[in-house]
């Protein structure tokens, strides 16, 4: 070869090398790039990936608080149910009392209005015995002073027994009053807790519809995370792999620049000799 074409050789050498250099770089500053975007795309996965963990977790959690606050709404419905029941109970039996009372009030009040009748009718007895004896009948007028005296002590025992049926139908009425009132404080008491209970079994459904939404988020965040780090592994592959080229690129660059350096230098020695 003749000097002119060595360095002609050298030149297109160097113009090679220049481009594979430019190149290089450019394929180097691409992979980096790739890389780093990697980088921020597993960040952001780790972040969906921690959010995802947290949001299941809470749902998880909520779910389980919304079973056993519906667990708790059924035992207080229960005992509502039980209380009302017991009240209406005790109120049916307050209504059979009073009746009861009302029926011993008025045999009370009969047996006092025969027992004066038969207290008039032994006095009057007793009267016609001192009439008879006046008029010397003796044995007569003993007989209905006896009559009379008889007479006149059941209507005694008839006006205690009176008092006394009173008396028990007063107590029955006290006590019927008592029961009603037993039994309005347990159906108030059982209206109360069945109201407590669907407040209960309310937030029991809120609970759960919540858990289930925070565990579908955490669904969806977990997947997205998982996409994300496949996107990120595939951009680093492809950085790392443009990172190889421009590598090669760069040193098949120096191999040309120093073949053409010592081309030029041939060159100047054979020009000098």
Known sequence: MTEQEIEEVAGEMAVLGDAAEAAGVADVADGLEAIDEAADLEEISREELAAAASDITHGVDELAAAQRVAVLSNVVAEAGVEDVAEGA?????????????????????????????????????????????????????????????????????SIFQAAATSGIAQALAEAGEEVGDLGANEVAEGLTRLAVA???????????????????????????????????QDIATEGLAEVAVGSAELGAADVLHTVADVTEEVVEEEEEM
């Open 89 to 157: 109970a005790l109120l049916s039996a307050s209504d059979d009392i009073e009746v009861l009372s009302a029926m011993l009030s008025v045999m009370g009040e009969d047996d006092l209005n025969w027992s004066m009748d038969l207290a008039g009718i032994a006095g009057q007895i007793l009267v016609a015995g001192d009439v008879v004896a006046d008029l010397d009948m003796p044995v007569l007028s003993e007989f209905l002073k006896d009559r009379g005296d008889v007479l006149r002590q059941m209507a005694g025992d």
């Open 198 to 232: 669907d407040e209960l079994a309310e937030e029991s459904e809120l609970l759960t519809e919540e858990g289930i939404m925070d565990v579908a988020t955490g669904l969806d965040e977990l997947e997205l995370s998982d996409d994300l780090d496949n996107v990120a």
